[in-house]
Every structure is written in C-alpha cells, then in structure tokens.
C-alpha cells in the first residue's frame, strides 16, 4: 500500500499504465481540435496530426505486445518521436491562427507530460535489459 491507502494494481497490460491512457486522451483532444481546422487543411496539417497523434498510444501497444524489452523500447522510442512530430506540427498550427494560445498551451502541457512518462519509462525498461 502506498501513503494514501491504496493499493497498487500490478500492470497487466498497456491499458494500465498511465502513458498510453494519457495518450489516448491526446488523441481525442487532437481530433477535436483539429475538426475546427478550415477543410482545405484536411489533406495537410489535420492529417498529419491526427496520424502523429494516433501513432503514440499505438507505439506503445505495439511494443508491449512484442514480448521482447529491446522491442518495447523501440516502440516506445517511436512513440516519443511522434510525439516529437505532434509538437511541431502543433506549434506550426498555432503559429497559422489554427490554435490560439490557451488550447496551445494546454496540448503541450499534456504533450510534455507524456513525452516526460515515455523517457522515465525507456529508462526504467532500458536498466533491466
């Protein structure tokens, strides 16, 4: 048990760990943001982020499914790329006028989060390899 009295769910699968539901969650805020873009941007830049955005808690699935650390941190290193990916096409939506300042700083605050849990995480795998 931990200091608030509760008790610690050992990790079954991806779906328990904090990274890939933040993930998921980004998703569906990247997706939301993105349907307010005007449609011409439907083939550039809403693209490309829905996909960069899709491809982290993907990662993170795929890895984990492989069974394999070494593979798990590959994933996981593709993950923080594309999250890598999603940032500058985040910033470059704001720099448009596609996104103002406040839902900016809310993304990359939750983009900055994760990318924080992907590299403790690679850490953590990449020590007992």
């Known amino acids: 048990m931990n ?4 008790t610690i769910t050992p ?13 998921v969650e980004l998703v569906e805020d990247v997706y939301i943001l993105t349907a307010r873009f ?7 830049l809403i693209s490309q982020m829905r996909r960069s955005a899709v491809s982290i808690p ?18 996981l290193s593709i993950a923080s790329g594309s999250l890598a990916e999603l940032t500058t096409q985040l910033e470059i939506s704001h720099r448009l006028g596609f996104i103002d300042k406040d839902q ?3 993304l990359e605050n939750k983009m900055s989060e994760i990318g924080k849990m ?3 995480l690679i850490q953590k795998l990449e020590k007992h390899r």
């Open 58 to 75: 993907s990662n993170i699935s795929e890895g984990w499914g492989r069974k394999r650390t070494g593979s798990y941190v590959q994933f």
């Open 38 to 44: 005007t449609s011409n941007e439907r083939f550039g």
């Open 118 to 120: 992907l590299f403790v």
């Open 11 to 23: 990790i079954k699968s991806y779906r328990d760990l904090m990274v890939w539901r933040k993930s």
């Open 104 to 106: 900016f700083d809310v």
């Open 3 to 6: 200091a608030k009295n509760e």
